[in-house]
C-alpha cells in the first residue's frame, strides 16, 4: 500500500476528537505517523495515543507495521514506502524495535545506503541531529536519587554510530569515530536554544579530548565557539564523559542540560534512567530540521508481550514531547501532571514496585484529563 493511500482521513475518529478538541478551547489537526514497533510495542502506543487524544488535541493517525514482527509476517522490516511516508508527514510516534541476536551482524540497504538498525534509517536520511532524553524524578517512584531534572542532548547522526567498521586482518577490526564542525555545531545550538526556550540556566558539553584529542578537541572548540554567538545568559562550561558520570551519582543537581557526542549521549542516558529509577520513565525525541520522531527510550521487551504489564510511561511521555513539538504545549502539560497524579496515588506499573496493569495506569490517566 503507497503512502498516498495510506492518508486517507478516518473520519468518524477525526469527528470525536475533535469535539474534545472543541471543550479545550479549539486546537488545529495535526497529521502523525505511527509506527507500533515489536514485543510491548502495540500496547504502550495505542495506550499513549488514548491519553493523548484525551488531552483533547485534534490528531489524525497514520499507522503502517515496521519491525522485526512485521518482518515474520510479510518479509518486509523497512520499505521505500515507511520512508516516504515520514518524509511527507513529518511527526513519526513509534514503539521500540526488536533487534534478535541473530540480526547483530546484519545491515539494512534502503535508498542507496547501508545502516545499522531501522532506527538508524530515520535518523540519517532525515538528519535527526539532537536526540532528546530528559531524566526527571516521578512522585510516588521509589528512585535511587531524588530531585533529578537533567536533559541529555545527544548528537545522533555520527561519532561512531556511522557504521563503518573494517576487518584489518583475521584479528583486528577497526572503527571510524567521526566528528565533523556542522554536526558540533548545531547540536550545541539546539542545547543552548532548548536550555533557553525551557528557562534553564546550564549546558554542559560531554567529551574526552584529553584522549581523543582531536575528534573530541572538535566537539569540544566547536560548543564554545557556539557558546561565545548563541549562548546568551547561559552558563556553558565541559566536563570529560567519565568524571561527569561520578559527578551525577554524587552531586546530580550540579547538571541541567548536557550536550554531547553521540556515544557517551547513549551511556549517560541510560545512567541518568537509572538514577530516576527506571528507563520505563524516559522519553525520546529525536529532532531534524524538518522532520521529527518520538519514541521509548527501552527496549522491545518481548518477554513480557501481551501480558497487559507494561509500562506505558515512556511511551507517554514521548507524547507529551510530541505535543510540545506540534506547538500543543498546554495539552503536554496536562498530560504528564496526569501521569504524575496518577503516580503519586500509588497507582504504579509492576516494574516500578506497583500492581497496576497496563490498562488501569492508562485508565486513570484518561480520566483524569476528562475531570479537568
Not at 189 to 199: E, K, L, P, S, T
Not at 251 to 262: G, R, S, Y
Not at 304 to 316: C, D, E, L, M, V
Request: proline share 4%; net charge negative.
Amino acid at each position: 500500500i503507497g503512502p498516498k493511500r495510506m492518508f486517507a482521513r478516518q473520519a468518524s475518529r477525526a469527528t470525536a476528537t475533535a469535539l474534545r478538541a472543541a471543550s479545550f478551547g479549539g486546537s488545529r489537526n495535526h497529521h502523525v505517523l505511527t509506527f507500533n514497533g515489536d514485543g510491548i510495542g502495540p500496547e504502550i502506543v495505542n495506550a499513549a495515543k488514548e491519553c493523548i487524544e484525551a488531552t483533547g488535541v485534534d490528531i489524525q493517525w497514520t499507522e503502517m507495521q515496521m519491525g522485526y514482527e512485521a518482518r515474520e509476517k510479510t518479509g518486509v522490516y523497512i520499505s521505500d514506502d515507511h520512508v516516504d511516508a515520514f518524509d511527507e508527514i513529518g511527526v513519526l510516534f513509534k514503539g521500540p524495535l526488536t533487534i534478535p541476536p541473530k540480526d547483530s551482524q546484519t545491515y539494512i540497504d534502503l535508498k542507496g545506503r547501508r545502516f545499522t538498525s531501522g532506527n538508524q534509517v530515520f535518523r540519517k536520511l532525515f538528519e535527526l541531529f539532537a536526540n532528546v532524553r530528559p531524566a526527571k524524578t516521578m512522585p510516588g517512584v521509589v528512585a535511587p536519587f531524588e530531585h533529578v531534572d537533567v536533559v541529555v542532548i545527544r548528537e545522533n547522526t555520527e561519532d561512531v554510530y556511522t557504521g563503518e567498521e573494517t576487518w584489518i586482518d583475521d584479528d583486528t577490526v577497526e572503527c571510524i569515530k567521526r566528528i565533523t564542525r556542522r554536526s558540533s555545531e548545531r547540536v550545541a545550538r539546539y542545547a543552548m536554544d532548548y536550555a533557553r526556550n525551557g528557562n534553564r540556566h546550564k549546558v554542559t558539553a560531554l567529551h574526552k579530548a584529553n584522549v581523543c584529542k582531536q575528534s573530541d578537541g572538535l566537539f569540544l572548540s566547536t560548543f564554545y565557539d557556539v557558546a561565545k554567538s548563541h549562548g546568551q545568559g547561559l552558563e556553558c562550561n565541559d566536563q570529560l564523559a567519565d568524571s561527569c558520570l561520578t559527578r551525577l551519582v554524587l552531586e546530580p543537581a550540579e547538571f541541567d542540560v548536557l550536550c554531547c557526542p553521540n556515544l557517551y549521549g547513549d551511556l549517560v542516558s541510560d545512567l541518568t534512567g537509572g538514577m530516576i529509577g527506571s528507563l520505563g520513565l524516559c522519553p525520546s525525541g529525536n529532532i531534524g530540521e524538518k522532520h521529527a520522531l518520538f519514541e521509548p527510550a527501552h527496549g522491545s521487551a518481548p518477554d513480557i508481550a501481551g501480558k497487559g504489564i507494561a509500562n506505558p510511561s515512556s511511551q507517554i511521555l514521548s507524547g507529551c514531547m510530541m505535543l510540545s513539538h506540534l506547538g500543543e504545549h498546554d495539552a503536554a502539560s496536562r498530560l504528564e501532571a496526569a501521569l504524575k497524579d496518577t503516580f503519586a496515588q500509588g497507582i504504579l506499573p509492576i516494574d516500578l514496585g506497583g500492581k497496576a496493569s497496563t490498562e488501569v495506569v492508562t485508565r486513570n490517566i484518561i480520566n483524569k484529563l476528562q475531570a479537568n
